[in-house]
């Protein structure tokens, strides 16, 4: 499996957000982006790095599908998915170091 995939579809699901889409559009972008913050959490928590299995655990908390995170306003939620694509951006080098172990 080709690992860049995971925070790859984090930052589409996340720009393609910023348009006006419907609410199911939403719930597979919460989906998307819960399940990538989740092996984050994994990467980093073998990686012993727990300050951003942290910071992933919480991106999955707020961002998870079943129980979600009503912040409100669209603009608050453009600022936070700003600050999460950025996370995955600074983070995404912790991929491939995970790939090239095994």
Known sequence: MDRKILWIAPLVVL?????????GYYFLSRAIVCGCSLFFVLTFYREQDTLFAWIFGLLSVLYNPIIPIHLGAKELWMVV??????????????IYKETQIK
């Not at 720009?15 to 609410?23: E, H, K």
């Not at 700003?82 to 600074?90: D, G, Q, R």
């Open 15 to 23: 720009a393609i957000g910023i348009l006006p889409m419907p609410y």
């Open 81 to 94: 998915n700003i600050m999460t694509a950025l996370t995955f951006i600074l983070k995404r080098k912790s």
